[in-house]
């Protein structure tokens, strides 16, 4: 059974960069089928789908997230990587990590890491 | 982007049959995915390709996608089932997009 946890500083200054990595574990990133997405759900809000990677470093993203967000893949480590620029109050949020099977849904989720951006 | 709707709210009583829907344009030629989240949790997949099961799910957990509209059904419902709901429709170029969340209250 793959498990995944996030890590990563839970505050974090408006305009400065909010770095989240994903760590998985029980199975290999490197498994073909899979992507591998962020996600995340403001305080008393709905889920939005931030971006994701395949283990090819392919990388599709969120039309309103895109210009902000990098996600990247460590194979070595079994580990992926959110990266989300110039942040302001409003992407503060529970972040989830998850594993992205595609039309099979999003079948294993991280316990997800509350960030929180303030001076 | 695509647009889903889902009901903000859907209350049952204990033993009946909750059914909780999500529309969109042509969301039927679209695969349709479920989670559940309890409070303070992760979602949970209880539905996949519109009316799958994965592993460990109950059977009273079922699905349907037809035309605009897809349902995930509860049947025989039980306190555990009081959640939030949403549903998530795939394809390649909706991947990602969830439904605004249905809160169920088990009365």
């Known amino acids: 059974q793959v498990q995944l946890q996030e890590s990563g500083p839970g505050l974090v200054k408006p305009s400065q960069t909010l770095s989240l990595t994903c760590t998985v574990s029980?199975?290999?990133?490197?498994?073909?089928?899979?992507?591998w997405s962020w996600i995340r759900q403001p305080a008393g809000k709905g889920l939005e789908w931030i971006g994701r990677?395949?283990?090819?470093?392919?990388?599709n993203y969120n039309p309103s997230l895109k210009s902000r967000v990098t996600i990247s893949i460590d194979t070595s480590k079994n580990q992926f990587s959110l990266s989300l620029s110039s942040v302001t109050a409003a992407d503060t949020a529970v972040y989830f990590c998850a594993r992205d099977c595609s039309k099979d849904g999003f079948d294993s989720w991280g316990q997800g890491t509350l960030v929180t951006v303030s001076s | 982007s695509y647009e889903l709707t889902q009901p903000p709210s859907v209350s049952v009583s204990p033993g009946q049959t909750a059914s909780i829907t999500c529309s969109g344009n042509k969301l039927g030629e679209k695969y349709v995915c479920w989670y559940q989240q309890r409070p303070g949790q992760s979602p949970l997949l209880v539905i996949y390709?519109?009316?799958q099961r994965p592993s460990g799910i109950p059977e009273r957990f079922s699905g349907s996608n037809s035309g605009n509209t897809a349902t995930l059904t509860i049947s025989g419902t039980q306190a555990v089932d009081e959640a939030d709901y949403y549903c998530?429709?795939?394809?390649?170029?909706?991947?990602?997009?969830f439904g605004g969340g249905t809160r169920l209250t088990v009365l």
């Open positions: 990677i395949y283990t090819s470093g392919t990388t």
């Open positions: 390709q519109d009316s």
């Open positions: 998530q429709p795939w394809d390649s170029s909706t991947s990602g997009v």
């Open positions: 029980g199975g290999s990133i490197t498994s073909g089928i899979y992507y």
